[in-house]
Structures are given as C-alpha cells and as structure tokens.
C-alpha cells in the first residue's frame, strides 16, 4: 500500500489544485491522515475510487468531530515606550517587556471519512475536510455521490454536528425527531435538566435526601416485618 | 456456493445511474398506499419504523426511520474513561456482547499499542466464535419465524444458544452483558474444567447444524419465499459500505478475519463462504455456512490454546491516559465491521469515540432491495439484513 | 404491556398511545433498569428517565439485563397484585372505578425536550424544565 506522502503525490498529479495536506497522527496506530479543501474534495474522492492502484471503492466510517473555539495564552515580547525617573530626570526609553496575550483560535467542524479497498485489500486511507467556523460557514460538499454508504453517516453527521452537506440527496435528521432544533454531540450542548436528583448526593442535596428518609422510616415492608416504629 | 480463493479482486464495472435506486412508476389508477411499519410491529426487530408506499401489494417507495433507541452512547463516552466504556459496548449489538467488547479492546490496544498475551488471543477467539454462533442460529431462527414458522425452528436455535450462554455465564459471570475484554487481554481465566465444557458444547452444535439444514435448507416453502428476493448486486453493496454476510452472499470476497489478521487469525485454517445470487437464500445458507466454519475455528483454538497469563501484567487497565492521537480499529463483526474509532487527547477520556454500526450502514440499500416486491417480502428482506437496534441507533 | 428497554423521548410518545389504546383491564410491566429510570444511560439527552414519567407501572423488574427468572417472577408478583385487589372499596381496580384515569396525555416532541416532561397525575415531583437547549442555564 502506498504511503501518506506518495497518495497526496499521485492527488496532486491527478487533480490539480486540490489543496491536498498531510495531519500526522501522533499516536502508535501511524494512521495519517490528508486534509482536503473543501471546494476539490468530491473530484479527489472520484480520484481516489477510480485510480487503478488505489481503487478505494469501500468507505467504512464517516463521522464529525467538534474542535471548539479555544483561548490561547501567549507570552509575547512587547517594545515598550517607558517614561522613567532617573535622578529627578524624566526620560522616555524603549523596554522589551514580557506580557500574556490571549487571543481566541476559532473552532471548527470536522468530517473524518476512512476508506478500504476491497479489491485491492488494503487500507485504511483516512481523508478529512473541515468547515471554515462553527456558526455560519458549516457547509461541506456531499460524497454520497462518490460512495452511497456516506449517505446515512452524513445525515447522522448533520444531525448531531450541524455540517449542512450540499450535494446530499436527502439531508433530514437521522436519529433525533424532526422538531428538535440543537446539535447534541457538539461540545457546548446543554442537556435538558430532567432529572431529579443526583445518584450520589452530597452538600444540600444529601440534606434533603436524610430528611427524606427520615420521613419515610418505619413505613417499608421491611420495617413493618421487624417493628419498627414509624416516625411521625 | 465457492469457497474462498486467495485472490479478492472482484469486477467492478458500473453502469451509469447505479448509485441510486431506480424510480419504479406506479400503473393503474387510484392512490398509494402509505403505510408505516412500526415502530411497535411484530416482525421488526425493535422498534423501527418503515414509511412504505405501496401500488396494491408492490413498493414503490421505503424510507427507513430510526433514532427510537438513541442512547447517546457516544456522548456518554466523552464524560467517562476509556474503561468505563467498556460495559456500554456490551449494550450496543446485544445480541453479541463478547465481539462488540473486543472490536473496542481492539481499537484501544491500536491507539496505545499495548500487547496481547497468547492466552488471551486464544480466548478471545473461542469466545468470538461462540458468540458468531449464536448471533448467525438466532438470525436463522428468527428469519424462519419471519416466513411464518411461528417460532419452532427458533426454539431450536435458542436451545443450543442457551447451551452458550451458560457458557459464558460460567466464564465471566453474566449471561449477557459480559463485559469480559480489556485493554490488553482478558478480565478472568479460563479453568481447564471451562474448556472441557466448551469442547462438550461444541461435539453437539455439529449435529444441531445439520438438523437445521435438513430441516430448513431442502424445505420448499423457505425455497419458494427466499430464492430471488431483494437481490443485491455486488459493486452496489461494496459502494455501500455492506459488510457481513450481505456482502459475501453477494459474492464479494472480503472477510476482514483474512484481510486484516487482526488477533492470532491467521493461524486457524477456515474458509469463507461465497454466494452466487445475493438474495436472502443466499444469506441464510452463509450464515449457515460459517457457523459450520466456526465450529472448526473453534475446535483448533481448544487444541492449541497456550498456558500463561490472559492479561499483560505491565498492562495499566484503569486511569491510563494515551498519548494524544487517533485510531481506527475495526473486527469482523457477526453482523459486519464493527469499527471504532478513538481520538485521545491525552487525558483519561476519549475526545471523540465513534462507533461504526455494521447495523445502520447495511440499511443504506434496504429501499434498493425492496422496491418492486410485495410487502411481506419487505419483511423478509428485512430480516435477512440481520440488524440489531442497539447498534443501529446507539 | 411489558416495557423492556430503553424507553427514548423518540419512542415516548408511542408508548403513551399504545397504552391508551390498550383495553382495561391493563397492567404495566417495566423490565430492566432502563424502563425504570433510565439505567445506565440516565445522563442522555434523548433517553427518558423511567416510563413511569407518563404511565402508571404495576411492576418493576430490576436488573440490566434482568434474568429470566426475574421476569417469571415478575409475572407472579403481577398475578399476586391482581388477587390483592378486592372487586368493591378502595381497593378496587381500575376498570371498576369510574373515576380513575385510564387514558394519560401523550407528550409532544418540542424542539428541545418533550413537552411536558411528566405527567402530573403520575410523577409527583416536579421537573422544572423541559426546555433547555444550547446556551447557559440560568
């Protein structure tokens, strides 16, 4: 099987512009992965299905990650203009000083497809695309033209991360009920709070818990059977 | 019905417009019939639901809708550890507890690459196979019921699959929900006096196939109601993303136990069965046919299996934190690929735990199967798919 | 009717049909963890924490999964709950007490929960929303 570097070769060769880029996985499994841009991706998918050596015919696995916005904390050397006091003499001099900058990385959605072959027998190739932000610009081009197996994955992706797929033959929820509006597995999701009280209680609501059994103390079965008195 | 060659190239020419299903018109006059399937039906295998559009008997149109079993198990998984997990994978094919727990163990031992000790991929194996055994007599005995057998064949599977079962229970403690796999071997031994048992279970399954097949496979109403029905064409299933039983029954050779060799599978001798037709006749007698090469699977690994430990003693099973990354682990499922897929940001939770359904992708091609024949075909056909809703819908 | 398994706010609704559907005299089951209160799966955003929310339950069987000896002995305990019930007084069955509830509102899937979370008549405590989604929980 071909390397990472040599598939994103015979991309480039093939179609060109395709803005093909290599993401090392850093972990023991060496499954690298190629970003494609957006714009290219369902021309380097046809590429990769109908390329005689590759003959990637078989999508396994589609699926979203959410990367949300983060916040960066950098220490930058800042040139300063300072005004001074030296000797009773006020002189302005230039200081490189050290301060924190925080800055906030904008977040993304990612669509993760890993291909097989199967008449070749190798794999998996893992090629990825990501939306250009969170909110608005969420579209991303469809390959359920290319490989019919996405079309269930893409529309649980829709569902449960918000990528709108353009090109999709039939993009609705697949798992939640038509109405529902949210996005569950995005990370910022807050669930409905329906339930009543925590499993393990502890601080006010261990309180209510004692007081509770307390109450209800002496009227069980078990109770009743050893005579125990009910408390009032 | 051809066994495996050690070649697995198939022809995949494909004809224009194959990537849809066709339209079908309806003739005659008068209206469609709308009817949804579900989600509380007798023959669907959980609550599942299929919006038909029939023209008298034939259907037009099939769209299937799930979610009615959506336990957000994925989500779940972002809060806890990654071993915390492993007694949820349990519940997701639960019919297959024990191959669901190892594809998981799989893709965690590839994310850290941590080693399995002999014993352990020995056990592993036998109880896979059990378990394929279990998971291909009941999807016979329940597609039989399907066809209107009311549920005595099915008795018969469930004999020999409660034989299993207390198998396992005896091993590790549950009938079902075993959470018996770890990262990096096995939770619990097995006592000689457990193989013994095996080995005694498995001199009476031999006889139990072939009283199934004689029963079944020369009977003509199952030949009648199967032969010919929800034909599936090979480029279209591998297009599809079938995998499984589906996909060999369509005659593509492709069983990831002889592709990947993932565990110790390349030391079992065992062929892969191959249909000629694609229709449910063909899925039965795969299914029928690689219980029978499970069988032989599973005789090897009794005589082979090795003394010595079934978990790495330098394994760190709880609070283990892997190195930021991502992997993709996938097993042959009894239903198909079971995949997982687990990116790790260095913490001692997953950042993001995929689950690859065999299930839900083997439906993609259900309304391609389906249109043209007669609703109570649908129902077969459906069966024949062999899904399970905790997988489907996690 | 024996309710095994999860029970989502998809299926809800269903479940809440068909039991009104369901001729008197009837009787509810609620096998495994997960049709009691939601079991393992409690933390979920599409999991409904216990049918009992919207039904009335006779019987509740633990365990996940629970064994078939359980369920046999749930189908006993039922039978020992019905020969409890005398035919006059308080104690009487639903079917002969004409001002007993036998048909309960079905809930609707709103676009964030289902709306109302409990039925009052079955669930006596309150669960305050059922409409929380995406944002900050005041």
Redesign the interface.
């Known amino acids: 099987m071909k390397t990472v570097e040599e598939i994103k070769a015979a991309i480039d060769a093939a179609v060109p512009g395709a803005g093909v880029e290599i993401v090392p996985n850093p972990s023991v499994s060496a499954q690298h992965s190629l970003r494609l841009a957006p714009e290219a991706a369902v021309a380097v998918a046809t590429f990769l299905r109908d390329d005689a050596e590759l003959s990637l015919d078989f999508l396994s696995n589609a699926t979203g990650v959410d990367w949300p916005d983060k916040e960066v904390a950098e220490k930058v050397k800042v040139t300063r203009l300072v005004t001074k006091t030296v000797d009773g003499v006020e002189t302005t001099a230039e200081e490189t000083v050290e301060e924190t900058q925080k800055h906030v990385v904008p977040g993304c959605l990612e669509a993760v497809y890993h291909l097989f072959s199967v008449a070749r027998g190798h794999g998996p190739v893992v090629i990825r695309m990501k939306t250009a932000n969170r909110t608005d610009g969420v579209q991303l081009p469809s390959l359920t033209p290319v490989w019919r197996s996405a079309e269930f994955q893409e529309r649980e992706i829709f569902d449960l991360f918000g990528i709108v797929f353009t090109g999709h033959p039939d993009l609705r929820r697949l798992l939640m009920w038509e109405e529902f509006k949210d996005h569950p597995m995005r990370r910022d999701y807050v669930e409905p709070d329906d339930f009543e009280y925590e499993p393990t209680a502890h601080d006010d609501v261990l309180k209510r818990a004692e007081a509770h059994r307390s109450r209800e103390q002496g009227s069980g079965i078990r109770d009743q059977e050893r005579g125990v008195e009910a408390a009032q | 019905m051809s066994s495996s060659a050690t070649d ?3 022809d ?1 020419a494909k004809p224009p417009g194959w ?2 299903p066709p339209l079908i018109e309806p003739d005659g006059e008068g209206e469609l019939l709308e009817l949804a399937m579900g ?2 039906h007798p023959s669907t295998h959980g ?1 599942f639901r299929m919006d038909v559009a029939l023209d008298g008997e034939r259907v037009i149109r099939l769209k299937p809708v ?11 998984a972002e ?1 806890m550890s990654y071993l915390a997990s492993m ?2 994978t349990d ?1 997701l094919d ?1 019919m297959c507890p024990l191959t669901n727990n190892w594809a998981y163990a799989l893709a965690v031992e ?4 941590q080693e399995v000790p002999e014993r352990a991929e020995y056990l592993r194996v036998i109880l896979g196979e059990l378990t394929r055994v279990v998971n291909h007599a009941s999807a016979i005995g329940f597609l039989t019921q399907e066809m209107g057998a009311s549920g005595t064949p099915l008795m018969y599977a469930f004999r020999e699959r409660e034989k299993i079962l207390d198998l396992f229970e005896a091993l590790t403690g549950a ?3 075993v959470n018996y796999m770890r990262f990096g071997g096995c939770r619990v031994d097995a006592t000689p006096a457990w193989l013994a048992g095996v080995r005694k279970v498995l001199d009476g399954l031999p006889k139990f196939a072939d009283e199934f097949e004689n029963l079944l496979c020369s009977n003509e109403i199952v030949m009648a109601r199967a032969q010919g029905v929800g034909i599936l064409r090979p480029e ?1 299933a ?6 499984g039983p589906m996909l060999r029954a369509s005659g ?1 050779n ?1 069983d990831i136990r002889k ?1 990947d060799k993932y565990g110790i599978y390349d030391r079992f001798k065992f062929r892969v069965p191959l249909g000629d037709h694609g229709d449910v006749y063909d899925r039965f007698m795969i299914r029928l046919l690689e219980m029978r090469e499970s069988f032989g699977i599973i005789d090897q690994a009794l005589k082979d299996i090795p003394g010595g430990p079934v978990m790495d003693p330098k394994a760190k099973v709880r609070g283990f934190r ?7 682990g ?1 097993i042959e499922g009894p239903k198909g ?1 079971l ?1 997982f ?1 687990l ?2 940001d260095g913490g001692p939770n997953p ?2 735990y ?1 689950i ?1 359904p065999p299930s ?2 083997n ?3 259900l309304e391609d199967m389906c249109l043209g024949s007669n609703v109570a075909d649908v129902v077969l056909i459906f069966g024949s798919v062999d899904i399970v809703l905790g997988e489907v ?1 996690r | 009717m024996i309710i095994s398994g999860t029970v989502t706010k998809k299926m809800a609704p269903q479940v809440v049909r068909l039991y009104n559907q369901m001729a008197e005299p009837k009787y509810v089951i609620a096998m495994g963890a997960c049709a009691i209160s939601g079991g393992p799966f409690k933390q979920g955003y599409n999991v409904l924490k216990g049918i009992d929310r919207y039904i009335p339950v006779d019987v509740h069987i633990p365990g996940c999964p629970p064994r078939p000896e359980a369920l046999l002995h749930a189908f006993i305990t039922l039978q020992k709950k019905i020969d409890g019930q005398s035919l006059t007084g308080e104690n009487r069955p639903r079917h002969l007490n004409v001002e007993a509830q036998s048909e309960f509102p079905v809930p609707v899937q709103g676009e964030h929960d289902l709306e109302p979370a409990s039925n009052p008549g079955v669930w006596p405590v309150e669960i305050k929303t059922g409409t929380k989604g995406l944002g900050t929980r005041d």
């Open positions: 697995i190239s198939v995949l990537n849809r989600p509380h609550v799930f979610g009615y079993l959506h336990r957000n198990h994925e989500k779940l809060g007694p949820f519940r639960y590839k994310l850290t690459g009938r079902m929900m279209l591998v297009n599809a993303g079938i995998t593509v492709y592709v892997p190195k930021a990354g991502e992997a993709y996938r690929e995949g897929y990116i790790s950042y993001r995929r690859r839900l992708i439906l993609t091609v819908d």
